[in-house]
């Protein structure tokens, strides 16, 4: 069947890219697990170099297993192309190495995932790269942060750990204005759940370590541009600087990616009455998670996801101390960080994914210190009640 002929999220993370294998049939795309490609004669290799010839010439610039989950996930961001990359972190990168100069300016979420923080204060701010952050959630403290030099509006929606939203049309159209490129990193919703190139953005990009390959196996990421010049200009840095993907990283992460919308509809189920559980129950204090119809821009959520995720927070009236007591005791919900997997974690940012975020930078992005960060994953609901019940007793 031709990709352009899927209708259906559960098809396309099945098929989009996908072919049975030239060489054999091979349902499953092979693991091509190889670091370079022979060529036929000399004649070949220069074609292949000069680009006159399509075909594999090493596995960092491309490989056949790297390109098929490439086509699939551009296929489900509806994007121009893939560019695989060794994690998260490295699409990360990638992006800002690509785009940015030593004169250029970043506006981003003040609570953007805790490492992209780090690495453009401690790393990129070396190269002369500028970095404002602000609360994206509210349009207005984008407009106010805008230089003569922003050259990047980096957004992370939904938020870590915090949940907040932004709003990426209007980001989009603010960024057109002012010739700003949009990059979101769609790792929270994954690609079932928001599309953020259909709604302006001109990049996104995952952590396919979360959601997308959703065993808590892999770590591994993915650049989704939505033309052509910016996948150019992006790809080539990437195979240059080498953050490319393992095949068998890629083959993996195929196999979990086609699950991914029946992960994604178990476990953001799951997700939607644990929230209303816990925001009933006595010792809780206060849940966010967009499907509440508490969660201040739960609005925005309905208009610009499709489903509300599986990532909660929540804070006890015990505070600090009572989350500690229920984090130490819950016994089917694991005590990790990462989130996006088919098990449920549990984690406390404020020591843990954030803990090298200034206390004041934290505040300032909602990080407090009874926040408890909850990805839930497939578990039958009843055991993840039960369990978060017997945890709650215990404080
Ligand atoms: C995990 C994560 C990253 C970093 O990805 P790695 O695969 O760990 O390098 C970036 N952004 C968000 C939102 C994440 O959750």
Redesign the pocket.
């Known amino acids: 069947m031709k990709d352009s002929k899927i209708k259906s999220p559960y098809t396309s993370v099945i098929h989009a890219g996908q072919h049975p294998d030239p060489a054999f049939g091979s349902v499953s795309v092979p693991i091509y697990q190889t670091s370079t490609f022979a060529f036929e004669n000399a004649e070949q290799g220069a074609a292949r170099f000069s680009g006159e010839e399509k075909g594999y010439i090493y596995t960092r610039i491309g490989n056949p297993t790297i390109k098929a989950l490439e086509d699939n996930i551009a296929f489900l961001e509806n994007g121009y192309a893939g560019i695989a990359t060794a ?4 699409a ?1 990168t990638t992006v800002i190495t690509a785009l940015c100069d030593k004169k250029s300016h970043i506006i981003s979420t003040a609570s953007i ?1 805790g ?2 923080r780090v690495v453009i204060d401690s790393v990129f701010s070396k190269f002369g790269i500028e970095t404002d952050y602000t609360d994206t959630s509210d349009i207005r403290n984008i407009e106010r942060c805008i230089k003569q030099n922003t050259k990047l509006l980096f957004i ?1 929606t939904p938020a ?1 750990p915090t949940m907040a939203l932004t709003d990426i049309e209007a980001c989009a159209k603010v960024a057109k204005e002012k010739n700003i490129i949009l990059v979101v ?1 769609n ?2 919703a994954s690609p079932i759940i928001q599309n953020p190139l259909n709604l302006g953005a001109d990049i996104v990009l995952h ?1 396919v ?2 959601f997308i390959n959703g065993h808590s196996d892999v ?3 993915i650049i989704v541009p939505e033309s052509r010049d910016l996948f150019e200009q992006i790809q080539k840095v990437m195979t240059l600087i080498g953050g490319n993907m393992d095949p068998h990283q890629a083959w993996l992460v195929l196999r979990g990616v086609k699950t991914l919308a029946l992960r994604a509809e178990k476990s953001q189920d799951n997700a939607m009455k644990l929230a209303r559980f816990l925001e009933n129950h006595p010792k809780v204090k206060w849940v966010i998670y967009p499907g509440l119809e508490s969660h201040p821009q739960h609005a925005l959520a309905k208009k610009q996801m499709n489903g509300f995720g599986a990532i909660m927070c929540f804070g006890l009236k015990g505070g600090f101390e009572a989350g500690h007591q229920m984090i130490n005791s819950v016994k089917l919900c694991t005590l990790a960080v ?2 996006g997997g088919i098990e449920s974690l549990i984690q406390h940012p404020a020591s843990m994914t954030h803990a090298k975020v200034s206390k004041e930078d934290k505040e300032k992005a909602g990080i407090t210190d009874d926040l408890i960060r909850l990805s839930v994953g497939c578990e039958g609901y009843e055991d993840l009640e039960e369990d978060l019940a017997q945890a709650l007793d215990k404080v």
Not at 87 to 90: Q, V
Request: glycine residues 14%; without cysteine; proline residues 0%.
């Open positions: 994690s998260g972190m490295a990360i995932y490492a992209t992370e870590n990193d790792t929270f952590s370590t979360k770590v591994g990421g990462s989130l």
